[in-house]
């Protein structure tokens, strides 16, 4: 059986074969750049090991895979665009280190290269392929949309949160897995499954990177703590918190909320502060809990012995565990 | 036999009842405002023209001809940001009428919508379809590129010049009527025929659209007369000119091309009267005839009989006498 790390390496080497046209440099150099970010290559990962667990050839399930990552770094590319985030992994941006334009047409470029590879799946497969690609690439630009809208907004609920990261993160977590199973050719009820599976883990993961700005640790997270509260980032921690804020811990939330232009230290100090008076991190890791054992009770009901479902056992595990 | 009045008719009818979802409104609303654009609907049209040529049901041809024209208008969505133009058809631009987030966003879910309708073609022939249809979207993105380079580059030559156009223009035209015939079921030589048809059709039509922004009648082009001269755009007529020009002709060639502030009206006719003065209408003329005869003697060793062609015989016909 096909191990993580196996899967991974796979795909990093496949990625680093994979023909990139040489001209217009201007259209293809930014690609290049964008997929050469040291990524974790966890979606295209899932696929082979969707595939594998049911028994098939992971080598059928490899072009799809690209396919999931490339599509996923042209989102990452275009949202940093949108966002303008000048650093994704320590690097420059595609807009900052070459331009605006640049960035929208290789990013372009970039989500039919990801269709390209998607197409190359086994004919047999390449209807059900496309219909469950489709359907999630839409959803995708559906939830970075509501992400854009909720940061406008003065009162999003949870239930909003939690349908905008499902459709901005999830989905595609759970189309990996998906794709995979239709590519093995497991039935559409295993489909089913490992789909929402997938749905379950990418909720959980997404509330831990919540949980993380707050309360990981620098070094092993990989990105600055307080980033999310700087940015007055809507995420389900500070959505919390506003649900049970009173008096005057309300009203500094709100003052911090209404600006920019505070000492960045204090205030990721004094709302981090709040979160602890309010047990917001107990009520995310409650959250996080609850998606994380959805998730695996849905591989109880998978039609494979127990002893291949550990692999997806270990990966939510290592996921989920990444603070440590 | 399908007329090209009947195709169009298809078309608008069917974009008309194209689902778009209503939520999340600032995604879709642009989607639908850049759909109802009172477009001419070339492209989709000669999807099911040349579907019918071949004796097949148009009806088939209907999702990737829809996917087309979708696929078009992501592209000229797109281009108006990165071109910063403010009207299309008479009505401001995505991006102006909105802002450049949603204008980014709403045509990349515009192009998956292409792409979703592209893959509701008949199982059979989807493989084939796209691959045509993904290698035609890269060599799109590939002219839009060299285009925004060439703006920036002093000495644009005539075959590049072609190159570009092929690639931003012709090849959309050219698959157009390449699916179409996969669809129908044409040999391999017949959809490669009926390729190179549309290849050198599209040239022609864009040599002409170049001649029209200088020589055409105003009201029947839709466009404002010099806007290409105004925004210093290497056409084929500035190209050739810089060619031909010498002395004190080239000194005012050169004189309007280093900036933008000058009198409109002025530039204009100074430029369009040195384009009389070396006969660049009649350059643009022949070279517009070679690509025209071309195309139709491409039509010559189709292996359909003589009366299915006369179809696409009227609709070149049409396309180049725009603007009487």
């Known amino acids: 059986m096909l191990s993580i790390e196996k899967a991974r ?38 696929v082979l090991l969707a595939c594998d667990l049911f028994d098939a050839d992971y080598q059928k399930a490899l072009y799809p895979a690209l396919g999931i990552e490339v599509f996923h770094n042209f989102t990452l590319l275009h949202d940093d665009l949108m966002d303008n985030s000048p650093i994704r992994r320590n690097r420059p941006t595609v807009h900052v280190k070459w331009d605006q334009n640049t960035a929208i047409l290789s990013g372009d470029v970039m989500s039919i290269m990801a269709y390209n590879l998607i197409c190359m799946v086994d ?13 999630t690439a839409l959803e995708v630009c559906e939830g970075q949309r509501l992400d854009m809208n909720y940061s406008q907004k003065d009162n999003v609920s949870i239930p909003e949160y939690l349908n905008m990261i499902g459709l901005k993160t999830s989905v595609l977590i759970a189309a990996s897995l998906g794709i995979g199973a239709l590519v093995a050719g497991a039935t559409d009820k295993d489909s089913a499954i490992i789909y929402n599976f997938g749905m379950n883990l990418g909720l959980a993961f997404q509330l831990q990177d919540d949980l993380l700005d707050s309360f990981g640790d620098q070094v092993v997270f990989g990105k600055k703590i307080g980033n999310d509260i700087l940015t007055n980032k809507k995420t389900f921690l500070l959505i ?13 939330l ?9 000492d960045p230290r204090e205030k990721i100090n004094e709302v981090i502060s709040i979160f602890s008076k309010l047990e917001i991190r107990k009520a995310t890791e409650e959250q996080i809990g ?35």
């Open 123 to 135: 004919s047999e497969v390449l209807s059900q392929v496309c219909r469950l690609f489709n359907k």
């Open 290 to 324: 609850k998606f994380y054992d959805n998730a695996l009770s849905y591989l109880n009901d998978l039609s494979v012995p127990p002893d291949r479902k550990e692999v997806l056992i270990q990966f939510s595990e290592q996921l989920m565990k990444r603070e440590k």
């Open 240 to 252: 919390k918190a506003f649900e049970k804020a009173k008096g005057s811990d309300l009203l500094v």
């Open 9 to 46: 390496e796979i795909i990093m080497s496949e990625l680093e074969k994979l023909v990139i046209p040489q001209e217009p440099e201007k259209l293809y150099e930014p690609v290049r750049y964008t997929l050469r970010n040291g990524g974790k290559r966890l979606r295209p990962a899932l």
């Open 254 to 262: 709100k003052k911090y909320l209404s600006g920019y232009d505070f």
